[in-house]
């Protein structure tokens, strides 16, 4: 089966004004499928995916409308100082079955992700995120998925536990579940308290998952960008920015990031070199201001590829010489803990060690990490995140 298969063409005269595109503008830059699909063979290194899915977008019915409201105002934007590699595959049509729909959106990120193209996916519902992490089965490799969401969809799920359909509220009992388990970190952004059962809580902190209050992020974005760099895969509910910012979702609130931080976090995602697919999902043009909540979401993507084409590759250690190393002994000395600086870009990492029974090719895990847990070590204390992915690592 060919990729082309799942997709449906772009209508052009909607999208694209009568007048064209200048030539600084993405549309006139992006191959996009209108007529012939796009030669995958020839390099390119994004890939637009729009889904046209959201039966079980709990409470956010009329999303799956919002791929092409986007594209409309994505391709008005400005290019960088890059040369873009960008194709436009056009929308993933609803199957008879929702879960036709998911085995059609992991076939084509699996497809996309072999073949070093990042997946940029426009839903549809957050249940589509399921679909995404499933792309990841046959790749043989463990997954950190970080979630920008101002809740924990763990709700239970009514769907059959022998289906992969599931819910936009109930996905990640899907994925902390899933047999086999290649799940290695999950990682929430933005939770809002109020939202957010004290039980589920406990699990999270039970499993050693990494959970940030809105609070604790808002207004200092920077602090996500070293639990952004260490995601293989990103899903954006874009509830998660408030609604004065983004009012095109029911669940819209009036808490949440405001749209430059949105914006920023995008672009975190983009300059890691470890993540391979990204969605922004419940973006809702029925309850949109004037084609603002679209406007914003092209404005992330845009961030996501600024991102993308300003990575540094500096993922130690190759070189050594690139990278400085920093030890330290806690106030016990129950274990030395060692830090890695890049040269090049001043981010941080940590050492962690494997179990004697774990890997024979490795001795340690690196996680990213920022100067205040280097400072926490200095000081003699252990960083909470060190001792989180010790007990993972275990």
Known sequence: MSLSDFFTPIDAEKIIPKKGYDTSQLGSKIEYFSVDFPDLEQKKDIALIGVLEDRNAINNAGCALGPDYVREKFYQLNEGNYNTKIVDLGNIRQGAAVTDTYFALKTVVNELVKKDIIPVIIGGGQDLTYAQYLAYETLEQKVD????????????????????????????????????????????????????????????????????????????????????????MVSFDMGVIRSSDAPGNTNANPNGFWGNEACQLARYAGINDKLSSIGFYEFNPAYDNNGQTAMLLAQMIWYFMDGVYSRKKDFPLHPKSQYLIYKTSLMHDEHELVFVKSKK?????????????????????????????YKTAVSGEMPDLWWRTFQKLN
Not at 155 to 161: H, Q
Not at 165 to 194: A, M, R, V, W
Not at 355 to 364: A, D, I, L, V
């Open 145 to 232: 998925l970080v979630i920008i969401d101002p809740r924990f969809d763990l709700d239970d799920d009514d769907k059959a536990i022998d289906t992969i359909e599931t819910t936009s509220t109930s996905y990640l009992n899907k994925i902390f579940l899933h047999d086999p388990n290649y799940l290695f970190n999950f990682s929430n952004l933005g939770y809002q308290t109020y939202y957010t059962s004290q039980d589920s809580l406990r699990v999270m902190d039970k499993l050693y998952f990494d959970t940030h209050r809105l609070g604790e992020i808002a207004g200092n974005v920077a602090v996500a960008e070293p639990i952004i760099r260490n995601a293989s």
């Open 345 to 373: 870009t001043d981010r941080w990492w940590m050492q962690v060690p494997y179990p004697s029974r774990g890997s024979k090719n490795e001795r340690f895990h690196l996680v990213p990490c920022r100067y205040d847990d």
